[in-house]
């Protein structure tokens, strides 16, 4: 009887350290397993190159962006303004009785003209920008530009 009770102590502890050594274990591939999620490429659109319009609007020089916020702006004082405006009058023509699809509609292209508008004023005077420099100034923006094409993940997109 002393030599069973001997043999199961040992068989105790065995199966305890086993225990703690497979929590062990799992805890190590936890945490491996959260860096690896972490540090990857899963979220949506990532290694995605910038839009080229954000890339042009980002190389302007600082007065330049605020010139043509201020101008895409208008009246509202801020972007946010503006489009919190624009969602606010799109509500108002939905609610209407009798409906006017026409107006709606034209709400819809006075946006998408203002928003065009935008995009040529940032291309303009991008271009601007571009005719100033000289050859070799055009030929290392250009360099840069195409590593922030081939190399999307990096957020530092101006130069």
Request: proline share 4%; aromatic share 6%.
């Amino acid at each position: 009887m002393t030599n069973e009770t001997r043999t199961s102590k040992p068989g105790r502890r065995l199966r305890w350290l086993l225990m703690a050594s497979l929590a062990l274990n799992l805890a190590v591939v936890g945490v491996v397993a959260g860096a690896a999620w972490r540090f990857s490429d899963h979220k949506r659109g990532a290694g995605m190159p910038p839009p080229v319009g954000a890339m042009l609007f980002r190389d302007l020089d600082a007065e330049t962006r605020r010139s043509l916020r201020s101008t895409a702006e208008g009246e509202h004082g801020s972007y946010k303004g503006r489009r919190r405006a624009e969602g606010d009058k799109v509500v108002e023509l939905l609610r209407a009785s009798p409906f006017d699809a026409m107006a709606l509609g034209g709400m819809l292209e006075a946006q998408a003209t203002r928003r065009h508008e935008f995009q040529r004023s940032v291309q303009a005077a991008w271009l601007d920008q571009i005719v100033a420099m000289t050859a070799g100034e055009r030929a290392a923006y250009a360099d840069q530009l195409e590593q922030r094409i081939q190399h999307p993940k990096r957020r530092n997109w101006r130069h």
